[in-house]
């Protein structure tokens, strides 16, 4: 929100209210809290009247500080508020006569007593500050009365600006799919159902990062407005409505370490189990659809190698109009148990659309509406409109009972076979209405999506054991993260919403989430031979991969035979590399450094990667850079080093950018050097037993450099470890494996090798039989 008129002035009935100085303070070991007067205090009559800021500074975790700021205390602080693990780590203060410094572990804030201002150090560096003006309250119709006796409850917003520095990039809030970097933007937190092609984001998180180390929560789940490098282009500002502002401030000094503890904070992303890592195929949305053809897509796919995993039904398995009523469509799937029962005996996995909306025709609106279960308006009325399922209601998630009663009919279906729920929607949640809970509507309009989400996951852990329980969420806040996977939304059919999509997913994954999906070949539309077999490429080089549209399939073989080759070879290529991407996965859900990162995460110093958002890593070992154009063209950036094609072996140096053909079965997809990829024995399925004859491959290790991997079994037991080490011309293998396995070390012959049988293959050499340490030296 800008509340500006150039450098100097403020617009027409804006007032700023912004401390001057520290009148007092008390410390104690976990807390420091100010009292800020918004005007000069030259004596005892400075102090009759006028607005003082309360500020009160605390950290619930080493290199955390958290800044809260209120105008009037006495304010009912309504619900909700984001599910964070607090903790209180104690503070170390220093003070002068002109200064007072708060600081948990490196990092520091340093605010001017006499002269206000605040300056995040770390290692004595200013890494951001902010002036005399930048914390301020804000009063959009102000006409100098300070008896408004209705308080802040109207025209007024607590407004905090931190500066930019020279070479400064911003990214994070969430999934947008404007720029990548966010300087120059104004950001609403706001969900809304808007596509992929718009400012409009299904998934809004008030948190961002920053390129000089370090994050920022908004610690608000109501509307939230970021102007980053606006109003003014040397500051980021982020303001609520209200009285009352609240934020976090994560030290690094890396990104990564930003993530780390930003999750630590608001959750660390779930570990989807294995299965879910594997081909998902859709009915699509408005297609026709029966078991005849449910069954006709399952068999086609499987008898032409292509190794599916996951079925998901889409909106109409049940009746039109009569969303969601979790019954099955009996004029289309007359005997549904035994459907499911059919699909599970061909090794599938089974997914079903939800949302949480009931339509008037439902045959559990008349149960939800007289038990109360539903969003009301202030009149009392059911919360109804017609958009999406007419007349339908909102389910009340702040309600417990409600709670219980939606998972209830969910079990019936997990009783039946179903294994998860894509649950749709959830952005349009209205804000004139009221809560069970007495909710505030305004928060609540984020905020509901975790609810929602977190209901169906609860029942699903419970019903199918930890680990056992994913989603395919569209709709997210902060939190969300705990509860995946997300998928990127309605795209169209063609390379501009590819792009999008890619964008759109880097910025959410920069936002604290960990897994991330998109509609292979598109949703709207239905796109050309070409931009679905280079989506496939993608699509299964993403953590999670699914086929799906709108008003068409998305089986291979409607497009042509050189897709259903497509298909088959990146879906075999993903079961392969399993070992790899679950220790990736694995890594995940402990750190909170996604499975797909931007460049700028994995290479924050390559000032070439700032902006890059049309490629990726798949991992800390994986370069992915998808082909979005019909001429066949990659074009791609490798950072310094050594790079080899994965499907070729030819090594490439970095520190460049590179522009080549490529066909269908191919895209840029480089091993980073000094790297260890492990993949599997089996490649028709993702969830095997990883380690039983892995293929330990190690890539371009450098003179006195070193290269490790693990191997995860489906319950996070590491069971192989692997150490390779390069002196000169020797490599030393260390290794501990209870199960065979072999190493491939990429474009290296060998001369000999001590514990271990070797045989060149290629360019390669192939080491099998080996104990705990080999020693290869090399030619």
């Keep these: 929100m800008k509340f500006g008129n150039g450098c100097w002035l403020l617009k027409e009935g804006v007032a700023r209210f912004s401390p001057q100085e520290v009148f007092e303070y008390s410390i104690d070991e976990y807390s420091v809290v100010l009292c ?62 002109e200064t007072l410094t708060v600081s948990s572990g490196t990092l520091s804030l340093k605010i001017g007593k006499k002269n206000w201002f605040m300056q995040y150090i770390r290692g004595g560096e200013i890494i951001t500050e902010s002036d005399a003006r930048d914390l301020a309250l804000m009063k959009t119709d102000w006409h100098g009365d300070y008896y408004d006796t209705e308080g802040d409850c109207r025209n007024t917003y607590m407004r905090q600006q931190l500066s930019i520095g020279v070479g400064e990039l911003l990214y994070g809030t969430g999934e947008r799919f404007t720029p990548f970097v966010k300087n120059g933007q104004s950001v609403e937190i706001y969900n809304e159902d808007g596509g992929t092609s718009t400012e409009q984001s299904y998934k809004n998180i008030p948190f961002f990062i920053s390129n000089r180390g370090y994050g920022v929560l908004v610690n608000h789940p109501e509307r939230v407005s970021f102007e980053f490098a ?24 890396t990104m990564k370490e930003v993530l780390m503890r930003y999750t630590d904070l608001t959750g660390k992303p779930s570990l989807p189990a294995p299965w879910t890592f594997g081909l998902w195929l859709s009915t699509s949305f408005t297609t026709n659809y029966d078991e005849a053809t449910v069954m006709s897509f399952i068999d086609g796919m499987l008898e032409r190698g292509i190794p599916l995993r996951t079925f998901h039904f889409d909106c109409f398995w049940m009746k039109a109009f009569h969303w969601t009523d979790f019954i099955w469509d009996a004029d289309v799937f007359p005997d549904p148990k035994g459907m499911l029962e059919r699909i599970k005996a061909k090794g599938l996995n089974i997914c079903v659309w939800i949302n949480p909306y009931i339509g008037q025709e439902s045959a559990l609106f008349d149960e939800g509406m007289e038990q109360g279960y539903f969003l009301r308006r202030p009149n009392g009325d059911v919360w109804q409109w ?12 702040t309600n417990p009972a409600a709670c219980r009663w939606f998972q209830s009919k969910l079990e019936t279906l997990v009783d039946m076979g179903v294994d998860c729920f894509k649950t749709d929607f959830g952005e349009r949640i209205p804000t004139n209405c009221v809560y069970f809970d007495g909710s505030d509507p305004e928060k609540m309009h984020n905020y509901y999506t975790y609810l929602y989400n977190k209901t169906i996951y609860d029942l699903l852990e419970q019903k199918r054991g930890k680990g056992e329980a994913v989603l395919f969420a569209r709709s997210a806040t902060v939190g969300g993260q705990k509860f995946p996977v997300h998928w990127g939304g309605d795209c169209n059919s063609n390379y501009p919403s590819m792009e999008e999509s890619l964008r759109g997913g880097l910025s959410l994954l920069m936002s604290g989430f960990g897994f991330w999906a998109h509609d292979i070949g598109g949703f709207e539309q239905t796109s050309t031979a070409d931009v679905y077999k280079r989506w496939v490429a993608f699509g299964l080089l993403s953590s999670h991969s699914r086929l799906h549209g709108s008003s068409s399939y998305r089986v291979p073989w ?97 520190g460049t950018w590179v522009e080549r053909e490529y066909d269908y079965l191919h895209l840029p997809l480089m091993v980073r050097e000094n790297s260890v990829v492990a993949t599997g024995a089996t490649d028709d399925r993702p969830d095997y037993d990883y380690a039983d004859g892995a293929q330990i491959r190690i890539y371009a290790l450098q003179d006195g450099a070193q290269a490790e991997g693990v191997i995860y079994d489906r319950n996070q037991r590491q069971e192989l470890a692997v150490c390779a080490k390069r002196n000169g011309s020797r490599i030393t293998i260390k290794t501990e494996a209870s199960k065979p396995y072999t190493i491939r070390l990429v474009n ?32």
Aim: contains cysteine; hydrophobic residues 40%; aromatic residues 10%.
């Design 230 to 253: 606006t109003e003014n282009v040397t500051k980021t500002a982020f303001c609520v409505e209200g009285g009352a502002l609240d934020y976090f401030f994560f030290n690094g000094p």
């Design 386 to 397: 017609d958009m999406w399922q007419p007349g339908m209601a909102l389910v009340d998630f």
């Design 36 to 97: 800020a007067p918004t005007g000069k205090i030259y004596g005892r009559g400075s102090t009759l009247g006028g607005i003082n800021l309360t500020i009160r500074i605390t950290s619930p975790a080493p290199e955390v500080l958290r800044v809260q700021t209120c105008h009037y205390r006495g304010v009912v602080q309504k619900k909700p508020s984001f599910d964070l693990n607090l903790g209180q780590q104690p503070l170390r203060t220093e003070e002068d006569d």
């Design 748 to 779: 290296v012959s060998a001369a000999s090798a001590e514990g271990a049988d070797f045989a060149a293959d290629g360019r390669d050499t192939l080491l099998s039989g080996g104990g705990k340490e080999v020693v290869v030296t090399i030619i």
């Design 558 to 654: 409607l497009y042509d035979e050189e897709a259903v080759d497509v298909v088959r070879k990146f879906t075999r290529l993903k079961a392969s590399l399993m070992p790899y991407l679950y220790k990736t996965a694995v890594e995940t859900s402990r750190t909170g450094i996604p499975t797909m990162r931007s460049m700028v995460l994995e290479f924050a110093e390559d000032r070439n990667c700032s902006y890059l958002d049309k490629q990726y890593m798949l991992g800390d070992a994986l370069l992915v850079a998808p082909i979005f154009n019909a001429e066949s063209r990659g074009i791609f950036y490798l950072p310094n080093g050594i790079w080899t094609d994965f499907f070729t072996g030819e090594e490439m140096r970095g």
